[in-house]
């Protein structure tokens, strides 16, 4: 931790139902999370649960959709253009979702794409990025990431970085109870604001939040994020239990 806000996203995936979802922001609502301005705590429902979330939730929680068309609007059967979200008052958007690019296929070419459109909409955007475990396991870690950096750096323009948050997720670690050590999340990491540092500029690296995510829960939360380059967590499944997400929440 240590770079701005400790920032703390819940990802709710494809899940919820209209009772579930009351009944999550009511927990929600009622949980005890950091008031204070250090921390900022966002979720993020599926697109038709938004209206919903937005109408029942309090601050300190913000929302963001889980993704975003590269087009404001037009001829796109199916998707969600950011100008739609911005007009709902949602202001963040989580783009390169491992389950986007490895389930749903989506490049890094046509993330950089909805980066852009979302960023020049006015949308914050949570940019995740991460290595599979055969990428790993090649020792190609590093160079996956710099390739996805070099994807998301290429769309940003310099007055937008403070509109960015990098959530570094090794895809064998999401969803599946295998959290990276602290060690390793912060090998990445403090690679990716080197990599920031060189190919952006020193203060942005500086003021960069690059958060963990992948199996982070109420038990390793607070590990990782005692690591000078973890500023804070994008969770899943913990994120879905408003007792263990506060938890989290708590725990830089
Ligand atoms: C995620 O999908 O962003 C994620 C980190 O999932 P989980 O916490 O369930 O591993």
């Not at 301005?37 to 109408?55: D, G, R, S």
């Not at 090794?170 to 295998?178: L, S």
């Not at 090998?187 to 540092?197: G, L, N, Q, S, T």
Request: overall charge negative; proline content about 4%; aromatic content about 6%.
């Amino acid at each position: 931790a240590g770079h701005g806000k400790f920032f703390v996203g819940g990802n709710w995936k494809c899940n919820g139902s209209t009772d579930m979802i009351k009944q999550l922001v009511g927990e929600l609502n009622s949980a005890d999370v950091p008031k204070d301005e250090n921390v900022e705590i966002i979720v993020a429902p599926t697109f038709v649960h938004l209206e919903q979330v937005k109408h029942s939730i309090q601050a300190p929680y913000q929302i963001a959709a889980q993704n975003c068309w590269h087009e404001p609007n037009g001829a796109y059967t199916g998707e969600v253009g950011p100008e739609m979200l911005k007009d709902l008052d949602v202001h963040w958007v989580i783009l390169g979702h491992s389950e986007r690019r490895h389930v749903i296929g989506e490049s890094d070419g046509h993330i950089g794409d909805k980066i852009k459109q979302a960023l020049s909409t006015g949308l914050k955007v949570i940019a995740c990025i991460g290595e599979t475990e055969a990428q790993r396991d090649a020792s190609e870690a590093f160079s996956v990431v710099d390739r996805q950096m070099a994807a998301i750096s290429k769309v940003v323009e310099s007055s937008q970085w403070d509109q960015v948050v990098i959530a570094y997720e090794p895809v064998w670690a999401i969803g599946t109870g295998k959290v990276a050590t602290p060690e390793i999340a912060q090998e990445i990491h403090h690679h990716v604001r080197e990599w920031v540092e060189g190919e952006v500029s020193k203060d942005v690296a500086k003021g960069l939040r690059i958060v963990y995510g992948g199996s982070v829960s109420d038990k390793n939360a607070g590990e990782l994020a005692e690591r000078p380059d973890i500023d804070g967590f994008l969770v899943g499944g913990a994120s879905l239990k408003a007792g263990p997400f506060a938890a989290i929440c708590n725990s830089h």
